[in-house]
């Protein structure tokens, strides 16, 4: 007999925020320089440059193939999330650093990833998540630098963009984001470039009503 006055569950609308989350702290450049300098192996080196100077995830650095780096033209094919390819400018120096491991550390290999394990039993197939997480553990130890995590890197990059004013939309191709406002939270974490921004507005605006 109630039935009628239930209370009807009421549409949801399919309009959905995403929920914020949390971007762990960029490194410092003195922290960053020192994280790297204490790295002792080409291939090391190279995968710390690829995060903090190419932008790459740790998870990309890994699977990528010797074809995927055209180290002449300086040009990254990385696979991302979802399968899907983007291509990444190569730093000058860390093109010179992946050809130095190539040429001179990579161990001889049937693999076709870039990376590979140096020493032991797995010498030869390609470098793991756990290892890599095992020779950033090492390295923080060394150097002290608590925060000196491999996605830590990217996110440093990240920052310096937003620091050094780059367009939004060019920093979300780089950093292979699939919603722009991902990209817009280092803006947030920039907030030096933010009130240049501001300023600079302000200036144009006031010339203008002159």
């Known amino acids: ?23 762990p702290v ?22 710390a440059g690829l995060m903090l100077w190419c932008g790459l995830r740790s998870s990309e650095v890994l699977t990528l193939a010797v074809k995927d780096v055209d180290i002449g033209g300086r040009w990254v094919t990385v696979t991302g999330k979802g ?11 860390v093109a010179s650093v992946i050809d130095v491991y190539l040429l001179a550390e990579r161990p001889a290999s049937d693999s076709d990833r870039l ?57 979300q191709a780089l950093l292979g984001h699939a919603h722009v406002d991902t990209t817009a939270r280092y803006v947030h974490l920039a907030p030096a470039h933010v009130k240049g921004e501001f300023d600079a507005a302000r200036a144009r605006i006031r010339a203008q009503t002159r």
């Not at 320089?33 to 090391?44: E, F, G, I, M, Q």
């Not at 291509?87 to 000058?92: E, K, N, Q």
């Not at 150097?143 to 000196?148: E, L, Q, V």
């Open 26 to 47: 960029a490194l410092s450049a003195p922290d960053a320089a020192k994280l790297v300098a204490s790295l002792r192996t080409w291939r090391d080196r190279a995968i």
């Open 115 to 171: 990376f590979l394990v140096a020493k032991g039993a797995n010498r030869g197939q390609g470098l793991t998540a756990a290892g890599l997480r095992t020779i950033f553990r090492y390295h923080r130890g060394l150097t002290g630098i608590a925060g000196g995590h491999p996605h830590a890197l990217r996110h440093t990059f990240g920052t310096t963009l937003a620091e050094a004013g780059v367009d939004l939309a060019v920093m």
């Open 1 to 23: 007999m109630l039935a009628h006055t239930r209370r009807r569950r009421q549409p949801r609308s399919a309009l959905r925020l995403r929920e914020s989350k949390k971007l």
């Open 83 to 93: 399968a899907k390819q983007r291509r990444v400018p190569l730093d000058a120096d």
